[in-house]
T-cell receptor
Framework: DTGVSQDPRHKITKRGQNVTFRCDPI?????LYWYRQTLGQGPEFLTY????????KSRLLSDRFSAERPKGSFSTLEIQRTEQGDSAMYLC???????????FGPGTRLTVL | EDKVVQSPLSLVVHEGDTVTLNCSYE??????LLWYKQEKKAPTFLFML????IEKKSGRLSSILDKKELSSILNITATQTGDSAIYLC??????????????FGKGTKLTVNP
């Protein structure tokens, strides 16, 4: 499968724990995006990378959130000291170049108890 | 603040009906408007509309961008049960910092009954 992949698909954690999600974009895509989606809402932009450079971060991305794309390929999104309000679907997308179509991964559903 | 508003939020029709979904936007430095279909998983791309391509068509789906009215419509003719999904509208815009972002609406949940 050459699409965008995310791991894990589901994560249940207790409040206060740290979690890390991984996204593997389509191999030739230089742009990688992270979004958060809650029930009844559209995806909300969190951050994006062009190659290994993080070019934009949303105000939604508090200091408990950090994202990396160290070699310009896969990316990780870490949430420290999780809160119940962090429960959501975390979507990753990739694209080639500018604002061409973004291909989305299946998402990681996070539940914070 | 940039925003994208979709209407209606939900719609129930019978197979064979034609539906029109609406999307209006208020963003600075508009670049393009995209439509996605979201079933139980991740959004899948349908169309991208820009100033140089304001109308797109693919099979029973078509979309038009009205830059004057800052809006777009997505039409689906002869609907099928497989069209049941959430349809998301997103607008690509330039941020104050010069970067780019995609702003999504809340989506329209379409249910097509047999």
């Amino acid at each position: 499968d050459t699409g965008v992949s995310q791991d894990p698909r589901h994560k249940i954690t207790k409040r206060g724990q740290n979690v890390t999600f991984r996204c593997d974009p389509i191999s030739e895509h230089n742009r990688l995006y992270w979004y958060r989606q809650t029930l009844g809402q559209g995806p909300e932009f969190l951050t994006y990378f062009q190659n290994e450079a993080q070019l934009e971060k949303s105000r939604l991305l508090s200091d408990r959130f950090s994202a990396e794309r160290p070699k310009g390929s896969f990316s990780t999104l870490e949430i420290q000291r999780t809160e119940q309000g962090d429960s959501a679907m975390y979507l990753c997308a990739s694209s080639l170049g500018g604002w061409n179509e973004q291909f989305f991964g299946p998402g990681t559903r996070l539940t914070v108890l | 603040e940039d925003k994208v508003v979709q209407s209606p939020l939900s719609l129930v029709v019978h197979e064979g009906d034609t539906v029109t979904l609406n999307c209006s936007y208020e963003v600075t430095n508009f670049r393009s408007l995209l439509w996605y279909k979201q079933e139980k998983k991740a959004p899948t791309f349908l169309f991208m509309l820009t100033s140089s391509g304001i109308e797109k068509k693919s099979g029973r789906l078509s979309s038009i961008l009205d830059k004057k009215e800052l809006s777009s419509i997505l039409n689906i003719t002869a609907t099928q049960t497989g069209d049941s999904a959430i349809y998301l509208c997103a607008v690509a815009a330039i941020t104050q910092g010069g970067s780019e972002k995609l702003v999504f609406g809340k989506g329209t949940k379409l249910t097509v009954n047999p």
